[in-house]
């Protein structure tokens, strides 16, 4: 089984920063992807952010620039710089991992993120 953890959700005013950690753990061999995805009320989830284990990243396009995904392979954990914060990235923020075999996905439990003044 894996599990992942998010922490650093919160409360922040518009155009302050966040950082979201996510650690894996469990029985896997590799990690293939990790990735961030987000759902605000009333709508469906969507990509953040993702990055493969060689480095790789993808962004969606509404969020380059603002919002930075990095990993510590030796950590099994990955981050997300979010800076500039808007009330529109209020929602819910979820950890994704591929393993290595399989491409089996795994997701965490969530971490709220609320942007208001």
């Known amino acids: 089984q894996v599990q992942l953890v998010e922490s650093g959700g919160g409360l922040v005013q518009p155009g302050g920063s966040l950082r979201l950690s996510c650690v894996v753990s469990g029985r896997f061999i590799g990690i293939y992807s990790m990735g961030w995805y987000r759902q605000a009320p009333g709508k469906q989830r969507e990509l953040v952010a993702s990055i493969l284990s060689s480095g790789i990243t993808n962004y969606a396009d509404s969020l380059k620039g603002r919002f930075t995904i990095s990993r510590d392979n030796a950590k099994n954990t990955v981050f997300l710089q979010m800076n500039s914060l808007k009330p529109e990235d209020t929602a819910v923020y979820y950890c994704?991992?591929?393993?290595?075999?399989?491409?089996?996905?795994?997701w965490g439990q969530g971490t709220q993120v609320t942007v208001s003044s």
């Open positions: 994704s991992t591929k393993t290595m075999v399989g491409r089996l996905e795994y």
